[in-house]
């Protein structure tokens, strides 16, 4: 597959995560049950959501240490496991994977070729953005992730 590779230049956006180191394997696990949690504890933090669901990589070894959430429209207090925080602003490659999302490594790798062509130093804490909902979509191939990778 070919990947479209843009730069763009990100605002810094608020969110709530949860933070934990999880197998690769594990990741989807993580997910339907971290995402979901977040979510509930929007409304109760009183924060607005603002966009769809994503996942941050902060460190990827054995386990992945990764951060899973939501937007939201402005910082607010978080609560037990609930963290708040914000994805980074700046410069930033970007690509839409379209597919499963454990499949998702390939459009990565490719933003990595792409960086490496330009002479691009290696920057870390890339994220996932779930653009489209996994339980309105029939169709695997149909499931929209925009990736964003740190160029600063």
Excluded at 24 to 34: F, M, N, S, V
Excluded at 50 to 78: C, D, H, N
Excluded at 84 to 103: D, I, M, R, S, W
Excluded at 104 to 120: C, F, Q
Aim: aromatic share 8%; no cysteine; proline share 8%.
């Amino acid at each position: 597959m070919t990947y479209q590779i843009e730069v763009v230049t990100l605002k810094p956006q608020p969110v709530l995560v949860i933070e934990e180191a999880v197998a690769p394997d594990a990741i989807a696990e993580a997910l339907a049950r971290i995402l979901p949690t977040v979510h509930g504890a929007a409304s109760q933090l009183g924060a607005e959501i603002t966009g769809m669901p994503f996942m941050r990589y902060l460190e990827m070894g054995e386990k992945f240490r990764i951060q899973a959430g939501v937007p939201v429209a402005e910082r607010v207090q978080g609560a037990d496991e609930i963290t708040a925080t914000e994805l980074p602003g700046g410069k930033a490659a970007t690509t839409v994977f379209h597919g499963p999302y454990h499949e998702v490594g390939a459009a990565w790798d490719a933003i990595d070729a792409w960086r490496k062509e330009r002479g691009i130093a290696p920057a870390f804490g890339g994220w996932d953005i779930y653009e489209n909902d996994p339980t309105e979509v029939s169709d695997p191939g149909e499931l929209r992730t925009r990736l964003y990778q740190p160029l600063d």
